[in-house]
C-alpha cells in the first residue's frame, strides 16, 4: 500500500515538474505542486464558476465549437485535459474512447483539450490510437484558464444538460468509473 502510495505521489509530482517538451526536471516549477488533498478531491476548484465558461474552442481539424451551445444541445459534455506525454493520460485515453463509442448515441458528447503539448506530438497520438472524438489544442493555457486553472492532468470536467459543472475530476479516470459517472449524470 505504501509503495503504490510513493508510486502515485512520484507520478503527480513528475506530472507537475516535468516540462513536456524536454521532459527535465525544473525546480522552479515546484510552486505548481498541488497537496494530494487537492489531487484527489472531486469538487469544483475554487475560481471555476458552476456555469460553463463562455469560450470559442476549435478543434485541431479546424472546427469552431461553442461550449456552450455544446452543452446546451441536451447534451452531457464530458472535457478532459490532457497531454501526449502524460502517462496517466496515455492509459486513460483508450477507456475515454470505448466509453465515447458507447455513449454517442446518448446525448454525450467528448471533448479532449491537448495542454501543454505540441501539435504533432498530439496528432501522432490520435492517429496511433484512432480516437474519434473531437480534440483541440490549449497551448497558451487558455481554456484551462477558462475552467479556473488545470493543475493536474489527467483532469475531467463533466458537465450537464443545464450547462453547470457538476464534477472535476483530477487524476486518471478508470473506464468504470466514467461509465458510473456518465450513469449517474444521465439519471
Request: charged share 20%; aromatic share 8%.
Amino acid at each position: 500500500m505504501v509503495a503504490v502510495g510513493g508510486f502515485l505521489i512520484g507520478i503527480i509530482l513528475f506530472a507537475q515538474v516535468a516540462n513536456p517538451v524536454h521532459k527535465i526536471f525544473d525546480p522552479l516549477q515546484v510552486k505548481n505542486l498541488v497537496s494530494i488533498k487537492q489531487f484527489f478531491s472531486a469538487k469544483i476548484p475554487e475560481g471555476v464558476s458552476a456555469k460553463v465558461p463562455d469560450l470559442i474552442i476549435t478543434t485541431i481539424e479546424g472546427e469552431q465549437l461553442m461550449l456552450k451551445e455544446l452543452a446546451g444541445q441536451n447534451q452531457l459534455v464530458v472535457v478532459n485535459f490532457w497531454a501526449s506525454w502524460c502517462s496517466p493520460c496515455v492509459e486513460e485515453m483508450p477507456h475515454f474512447e470505448k466509453i465515447h463509442r458507447d455513449y454517442q448515441n446518448k446525448n454525450v458528447t467528448f471533448l479532449g483539450i491537448a495542454t501543454k503539448d505540441l501539435l504533432p506530438a498530439v496528432e501522432k497520438f490520435i492517429a496511433q490510437r484512432n480516437i474519434t472524438y473531437k480534440i483541440a489544442m490549449d497551448d497558451q493555457d487558455k481554456i484551462a484558464t477558462a475552467f479556473g486553472g488545470v493543475k493536474v492532468l489527467p483532469t475531467t470536467i463533466f458537465i450537464d444538460k443545464q450547462n453547470n459543472i457538476v464534477k472535476v475530476h483530477k487524476g486518471y479516470l478508470s473506464q468504470r468509473e466514467l461509465d458510473k459517472n456518465l450513469k449517474n449524470l444521465l439519471h
